[in-house]
């Protein structure tokens, strides 16, 4: 079974300021993709960003982008000039049929 | 366009009752998924449909049982509630792509489901 380990169960960061979250996972297969879903107090689960396990390049979208270790089986998240907007559980999840959910981290913004 | 559609949002039965969570998903995917969400635990898989005509059991099966009913609809059933099934219930579907391999899943709204 695959395992998905995020060791930060809560963070907090100010407005304006970079954070980054982590995130290792455990495969025995060689194609597989990466997720970062966050959780917003409405409880609706919002896709962050995807990484194709086959990409060297780290994938971005605006202010976040991972950072692939392949080898190290690390995927972590870097949020950039963080908003109050960002408040949320941030869930990584790793998979090659099914997906598999780390426990979740608690990301506070404050002003 | 409404992506993954779920009822109810709220539901509250007592021990041994039975309900069928509804889900719903109108991008033409393939695959659909049944996860509960509890605290401190994220989200765990119940049962997923690879395809239309197929289901499998995900990591906590016991006590639910699923139905495809056709490629836009995936059903949620649990037979005699017990207190330990009180959670959040997410449905989620995707395509998968030709090896297999699952890509971005789509979540509904969820269910918060409370068992006395």
């Known amino acids: 079974a695959q395992t998905v380990t995020q060791s930060q169960p809560e963070m907090s960061v100010q407005e304006a300021e970079t954070v980054t979250l982590s995130c290792t996972y455990d495969?025995?297969?060689?194609?597989?993709?990466l997720f970062w879903y966050k959780q917003p107090p409405s409880r609706q689960m919002i896709l962050v960003i995807r990484?194709?396990?086959?990409?060297?390049q780290n994938a971005t979208e605006n202010r976040f982008s991972v950072n692939f270790q392949k080898a190290a089986k690390s995927f972590s998240l870097k949020i950039s000039d963080s908003q109050l907007g960002d408040t949320a559980m941030y869930f990584c999840?790793?998979?090659?049929?099914?997906?598999?959910f780390g426990k979740g981290t608690m990301l506070l913004v404050s002003p | 366009n409404a992506g993954v559609t779920q009822t109810p949002k709220f539901q509250v039965l007592k021990t041994g009752q039975s309900m069928t969570l509804q889900c719903a998903q109108d991008?033409?995917?393939?695959?659909m998924y049944w996860y509960r969400q509890d605290p401190g635990m994220g989200l765990r898989l119940i049962y997923y449909?690879?395809?239309?005509?197929?289901?499998d059991k995900g990591e906590v099966p016991n006590g639910y049982n699923v139905s495809r009913l056709n490629k836009r609809e995936f059903s949620l059933r649990l037979e005699s509630a017990a207190p330990s099934q009180t959670s959040v219930y997410f449905c989620?579907?995707?395509?998968?792509f030709g090896a297999g391999v699952v890509d971005t899943q789509y979540f509904g709204p969820g269910t918060r489901l409370t068992v006395l």
């Open positions: 999840a790793s998979g090659y049929s099914t997906l598999t």
């Open positions: 495969t025995s297969e060689n194609n597989y993709y």
């Open positions: 990484q194709e396990a086959y990409k060297q």
């Open positions: 991008m033409n995917h393939n695959s």
């Open positions: 449909s690879a395809s239309e005509g197929t289901t």
């Open positions: 989620a579907s995707s395509d998968l």
